[in-house]
């Protein structure tokens, strides 16, 4: 009985280890974690822990619609800062994003990280996404 | 084990060996001098304490405001610019919660200095201002010459460099709180939300020192 028990328990371990280990998912805890490293030192100041931003000055990160349809945009307004008028979350922004140093690497990271907090959920924005968007920079 | 125990009886000790009596007061930084003085022909030696020397800066409603403009406030300065990447928007993220906190007491002020005083001109604070939800007299963007601007910050004790070769100006994020007597009475690190809780109650604490209460 009770050793029954004991193996059941080891069963469902194992078989919860090997259902998170799926690629998809490995690749997406890597890029996340790391994301949220970097995201603490390139963008939390400005934007703030919860993504939150700051007042009228600097928009949050909580714009799901906005993130997902400039998906594609936002490895560039990293690489080339970003300037100009913005309607997020129903208000309307007018600031002056400055260019980050980051690495395309380093982008997808901060990228999967904060399309995936703060109420985002995106999936990863991995390596190979960013390379192919960054060509496309205007 | 037991010297741990040891070292935590001790800890205790000293812990609430250092807990106050009587109400409480904050310290007066700054340095300080001793000087003697006849009162009704008696000798006593007081204390005099470094105090903000009198300025004039221009506000975010262009409006001049000097030493006296702080007379009978408790006050918290501050140095940023608009443009800063770095840690200014944290410290002012934070400073917003010291202004909602006191925004209805007349008797205190925010200043914060802007050490880019070429880009910050007037209209630039105003628009900061506006974008950060801050109106009324509580919270005023001072702006002035760079010189007059670094020499006051010395007062503070707060260090301000030129800009470094990145562009970016270096310094400090601290908050400073005065008195009504315009001594230092704290420092605060403004980018740490901790110390801002702290600076929250030692305004609170000020307020209520008998000195403040009936400083005009």
Known sequence: ?138 | MRKLIGTLVIIITLYSACKPNGPATLPILGNRQPVIKTVNGKTVTDTVYSTIPDFKFVNQYADTITGKSLNGKIYVADFFFTTCPSICPVMHRNMLNVYKEFKADDNFRIISHTIDPKYDTVPVLKKYADKMGISGNTWWLLHGTKDETYQIAKNYLVSVQEKNPQGEYIHDGYFILVDKQKRLRGTYDGTDPAEITKLIADIKTLKAEPDEVVAK
């Open chain 1, 1 to 138: 009985m009770r050793s029954g028990f004991i193996i059941s328990i080891g069963l469902l371990l194992v078989a919860l280890i090997a259902s998170c280990q799926s690629d998809e998912q490995v690749e997406f805890n890597r890029y996340y974690s790391g994301g949220s490293v970097l995201y603490l030192a390139h963008c939390q100041n400005c934007h703030g822990e919860k993504g939150e931003g700051l007042q009228a000055l600097i928009p949050p990160l909580t714009d799901s619609t906005y993130l997902k349809k400039n998906k594609a945009s936002l490895a560039c307004y990293l690489k080339n800062g970003l300037k100009g008028q913005i309607t997020i979350a129903g208000r309307t922004f007018e600031g002056e994003m400055p260019v980050s140093d980051l690495s395309p690497l380093e982008m997808a990271k901060v990228l999967t990280y904060v399309t995936n907090s703060f109420g985002n959920k995106a999936g990863v924005v991995n390596l190979q996404q960013v390379q192919v968007d960054l060509q496309k920079c205007r």
